[in-house]
């Protein structure tokens, strides 16, 4: 398969710590690669590397075969990444419509100022959002929030999209309702990345799952191997129980 | 109402403003000429601050920059020359001082924009006394107060409309996505760096050229005059005054503080500084989330369970996260008037 996004051997280090060790992933089109790993394993940081908030100590960024390691972020999200953050992170003074809005006119396929509210409307309206346009952050539910910040991400048109823990804190039947979601996303053959502790909604979407400890990718592979694998157990439950 | 209503009261305001120096005293010209200056100012400010939430104390550095280039160059070219000079001047040092302070956020941007004030007053006061030996210069050209006033009306009238055309564009809406979450703004693409100089570089060239045009009201310039720090001070707590979320909201706080600084300054000169203040306290104390927000998260913190000490690290680390985090705004005279008309429409 063509990689849409090719990482190699990404490096970050904060002080003496080593965040990311290395770390060499790809994904397709229409593929939803999972990330999984402990809590402070290197999942956030390496989004934060694919997204452009901080740049890599080694290693390159590759979008379609172009090298997009040195890009700033808003550069990248033209060039078609872009991502969610683990907690929400909204404007709180703008209606939700401003802010898709923005993210029509300025993503990767930019549309006419006054074309730009209908196609916010139409990203508002695939989620189920439309009803909440003119709301501000503070009036919407949590699952809410959530969607909007998707919207916010789709209206630039991203052919990678970074989702870190989107379906985390939410109810069961919230979380079945966002893999449909999610699903839905990578049917439209958009590359997916889903940082997620939600081992079910792992199981379910993901093709190809990477597992991290300590910011190195200690497994790569099917769900169940993953899962199963003997290293993967053993980080997040420690060495007694493996 | 239509938009046609609107557009006519405006320009019959426009025509009778135009209209006002053969309509009053030289009394009534002086002020109106000094209203125009700080309506013009203020709003300039605003377009940038009120929007970017970038708080700048360097409003009297492109004030003195505009006047002092006329002051230095009038006796070498034709004063509209001067004027193109000064907004050339005003232009470049905006897009240095926005590239290089534009990065720093929060209470750290508002130091800098007044360090940056006092730098260049400082500096032209040893450059004239160590290399030109004068500390002042007079401006005495053949430009009545009727021109400095129309030329001020016409600067307002311009910034006005420039504001009007900003909040219809994209780059507006960049703007205000940058104002309230710049991590959000990155994230839909925006140039966040080049969307906030470009902003800063506008609203510069206009304070520039309201100091170039109030330069022959002076007659006579010193850098301590030209660059005086109070201009700065009395254009943030007049936009905060009125409001700046709205265009108009600055035109409601700069007519109430002039007409007060007049009946101030002819009876009790030194009480204005007081008052000043007062009303900056007065401003402070309605802030919706400044002490109100401080106090609130502190009454939360008494609430909470015992945290372990953190050293000399925690009040430096909380520090920081003071001094960056975004300066809010206050909706002053503007926001009142919006939330009453809001509750008469229901």
């Known amino acids: ?242 | 109402m239509p938009a046609s209503i609107i557009v006519a009261t405006l320009a019959a305001l426009t025509a009778m403003l135009a209209a006002t120096p053969w309509l009053v005293s030289d009394y009534g010209l002086g002020f109106m000429i000094n209203l125009m200056c700080y309506l013009a100012l203020t709003v300039a400010w605003a377009l940038f601050s009120g929007t970017t939430r970038y708080v700048s104390l360097a409003t009297s550095a492109f004030f003195g920059l505009g006047a002092y280039t006329v002051a230095m160059l009038i006796h070498a070219m034709p004063i509209f020359a001067t004027f193109a000079v000064a907004a050339a001047l005003g232009a470049l040092a905006a897009l240095l001082v926005g590239l290089v302070t534009l990065r720093i956020s929060g209470m750290f941007f508002v130091i800098f924009s007044f360090g940056l004030s006092e730098m260049i007053r400082q500096l032209l006061v040893w450059w004239e006394i160590n290399k030109t030996h004068t500390l002042g210069r007079y401006v005495f050209v053949p430009f009545s107060n009727t021109m400095i006033y129309e030329h001020l009306l016409g600067l307002t009238v311009l910034v006005f409309l420039v504001g009007w055309l900003v909040g219809r564009s994209r780059f507006g809406l960049a703007l205000l996505v940058i104002g309230d979450d710049e991590v959000v703004a990155r994230q839909v693409g925006i140039n966040v760096p080049l969307t906030k100089v470009v902003m800063f570089i506008i609203s510069s060239i206009f304070m520039t050229l309201v100091g170039a045009v109030m330069a022959p009201r002076f007659g006579y310039l010193t850098p301590n005059f030209a660059f005086n720090p109070l201009i700065s001070f009395q254009v943030v707590i007049m936009a905060l005054l009125g409001g700046m979320h709205r265009l108009w909201g600055p035109v409601l706080g700069v007519i109430p503080m002039i007409v007060l600084s007049e009946l101030l300054q002819v009876r009790f000169p030194f009480w204005y500084s007081v008052l000043l203040g007062l009303v900056f306290m007065v401003i402070v104390y309605f802030l919706p989330r400044g002490v109100t927000g401080l106090l609130e998260s502190g009454w939360a913190r008494l609430g909470q369970p015992i945290m372990l000490p953190r050293g000399f690290t925690g009040p430096l680390v909380d520090a920081w996260a003071w001094l960056s985090r975004p300066v809010s705004l206050p909706r002053g005279i503007a926001g009142l008037i919006e939330d009453a008309w809001k509750r008469l429409a229901r």
């Open chain 1, 1 to 242: 398969m063509n990689a849409v996004l090719k990482v190699d051997g990404l490096t970050k280090r904060f002080g003496g710590l080593i965040a990311v060790n290395d770390v060499s992933l790809s994904v397709s089109a229409g593929e939803v690669l999972g990330l999984i790993g402990p809590n402070g394993s290197g999942k956030t940081t390496l989004l934060n590397l694919i997204a452009g908030a901080i740049r890599p100590d080694a290693g390159s960024i590759c979008l379609d075969g172009e090298d997009v390691t040195r890009l700033p972020d808003y550069v990248r999200v033209r060039r078609r990444i872009n991502r969610t953050f683990q907690l929400v992170r909204m404007p709180a003074n703008l209606p939700v419509i401003a802010i898709v809005k923005a993210g029509v006119l300025f993503g990767a396929e930019p549309s006419r100022y006054r074309d730009a509210v209908y196609e916010a409307a139409g990203v508002l309206g695939e989620l189920n959002l439309l009803l909440k346009a003119d709301r501000r952050l503070d009036q919407l539910t949590y699952i809410e929030q959530k969607r909007v910040e998707l919207a916010r991400a789709l209206a630039t048109r991203p052919r990678v999209l970074l989702l870190d823990e989107w379906l985390s804190g939410l109810s069961p039947s919230e979380v079945d309702g966002g893999m449909s979601v999610v699903w839905s996303l990578a049917a439209q053959g958009m590359a997916v990345i889903l940082v997620e502790h939600i081992m079910t909604a792992v199981r379910a979407l993901c093709g190809r799952v990477v597992a991290m400890n300590a910011g190195v990718k200690i497994a790569e592979g099917a769900p169940a191997d993953v899962l199963g694998d003997s290293e993967v157990i053993r980080a997040y439950l420690g060495d007694d129980d493996a």
